[in-house]
């Protein structure tokens, strides 16, 4: 049995087989369908087990199943980091299971997976595919964890997003922020933007934007105007390295125009950035691109090992030199 995990979000009872296993690259999906599980089966008790703990003493885990008191509470197993090798332990204890449920959580599976293949089919069993998140599930997300509370605009919705770039696990984390920060539940943009210290951030990207497409003009003036946090300066570095590496993705993809090997990137780009990352894509190349990463790598080993160094000017150096890289 194959569940969309929309279906659980909404009613994690619907999963019905006593084994479940969950995969896929989205993380913050499987921890958030974890605490559903948590919640829900509030009055049992939790086993969790790695893949390894259990293939070291596979009699053990069985054991465990089989031991039914009347005097405990039933007992869920949590089990983390399957793949096949633990496709023979799960045809063991299939069936013995009694009331007893075991969820598996796994990486990316793909369709060539015993494990996966077999739990597909399994009358016992059900698959939950945790695919990577799009801007209309995370708003939804949004609007429930933030609903009755004043100030929830359309601008600041966006602004969460942006500045969690569709991972959800990163937008959970700045939800709990919001929540803890604003009591009243009363929303204020300018407090929202300092909580996510977004005008920095978005300061630095655009700056960073116009270094990649070689607006000589426009990364000078830049230069001059943002304000940049000394204490920041390998945050700094970890944006343009991120933006480097997304252009060798787009580079190493096997599709040959420049549009459609963006939208088959893995997280998905952010809406906004889009267009930049085109123009900066037919800008560059392989070769540019593996160049930089290697300056910027030895770049990073510099102002983690020297206290001493102006990190600050080597950031605008550097900038200029991405400025000056993309014009060549």
Known sequence: MIYKSIILEQNINSINEKITLFFG???GLKNDLKV?????NENSEILRYSQDELLKDKLLFINEIRNISLFEKNKIFFVENVNDKLLELIQDVEFILTDRKIFLFADILDKKSKLRNYIEKSKNCACVPCYEDNEINLKKLINTRLKGYSGLSPYNINLILDHTNLDRS??????DKIISCFVNKNIITEKLEILLNAKTNTD???LKDEAFL??????NKLLAQTGMDSEKNIFYLNIINQRL???LQIYNTDNSKIEEAISSLKPPIFWKDKPSLTIQAKKWDKSKVQKMLNFTFDLEKKIK?????????????LLIDICTVANA
């Open 36 to 40: 559903k599980i948590i919640q829900q």
């Open 245 to 247: 590496e997304k252009l």
């Open 170 to 175: 990163k937008l959970n984390n700045e939800l």
């Open 214 to 219: 070689g607006n000589k003009i426009n990364t």
């Open 25 to 27: 690259v989205n993380l």
């Open 305 to 317: 090992t020297n206290s001493l160094i102006e990190k600050n000017i080597l950031i605008k150096k």
């Open 204 to 206: 630095f990207n655009k």
